[in-house]
């Protein structure tokens, strides 16, 4: 199975601060890279797919990059509805793997 | 709108079984997979293996092999999993889920919390 390392597991920062959160395969995945928010009680959501494709309704301050085993999500202004819990999920091979998480909270 | 409705919270003892479904609304149902996802504290989330809604095949995670057992009623557009020979390391929340293309897991249930506990 392909291990998804992410770092930091967890993250304090300020409103407005420019976020990064980091997603590494153990092998190359080419693209196929998803993030996800999770907000305490509720399901995930599809922040990005395709490693920089936003998904429909989630806000611009949102993007991604990366390719083969090294990913990024950054918030370009955190917001306080930004608080949650980050992850990125892989769809290069099966069984599909999700990183351990990073939990944002504000300073 | 794509809606993904689960069954509620389960409790059972060890070595029973439940069986935890999600009702599809807002499109053809036999057009998309269902996929179902296994979320705990420790773990965090865990792919357990899809459905095709359409012929019925399934693809298991090999972890989950002989503990999950995926079916659907087209006729109700509902899909279920069961669990088998519940032991306290399967306590958590389960999801289903159904993507879009490359946008996996694009739509997901509420989640179902199963607690197994004597």
């Known amino acids: 199975d392909i291990q998804m390392t992410q770092s930091p597991s967890f993250l304090s920062a300020s409103v407005g601060d420019r976020v990064t959160i980091n997603c590494k395969a153990s092998q190359n995945i080419n693209r196929y890279l998803n993030w996800y928010q999770q907000k305490l009680g509720e399901a995930p959501k599809l922040l990005i797919y395709?490693?920089?494709s936003l998904q429909t309704g989630i806000p611009s301050r949102f993007s991604g990059s990366g390719s083969g085993t090294d990913f990024t999500l950054t918030i370009s202004s955190l917001q306080p509805e930004d608080v949650a819990t980050y992850f990125c999920?892989?769809?290069?091979?099966?069984?599909?793997?999700f990183g351990g998480g990073t939990k944002l909270e504000l300073k | 709108q794509v809606q993904l409705q689960q069954s509620g919270a389960e409790l059972a003892k060890p070595g029973s079984s439940v069986k935890i479904s999600c009702k599809a609304s807002g499109y053809t149902f036999t057009s998309y997979d269902i996929s179902w996802i296994k979320q705990t504290t420790g773990q965090g989330l865990e792919y357990i293996g899809y459905?095709?809604?359409?012929?019925?095949?399934?693809y298991y995670n090999e972890k989950f092999k002989g503990k999950a057992t995926l079916t659907v009623d087209k006729s109700s557009s509902t899909a279920f999993m069961q669990l088998s020979s519940l032991t306290p390391e399967d306590t958590a929340v389960y999801y289903c889920?159904?993507?879009?293309?490359?946008?996996?897991?694009?739509?997901w249930g509420q989640g179902t919390l199963v607690t197994v506990s004597s």
């Open positions: 395709n490693a920089n």
């Open positions: 459905i095709n809604t359409g012929s019925g095949g399934t």
């Open positions: 999920l892989q769809h290069n091979s099966w069984p599909r793997t």
């Open positions: 889920a159904r993507g879009l293309g490359a946008r996996w897991f694009a739509y």
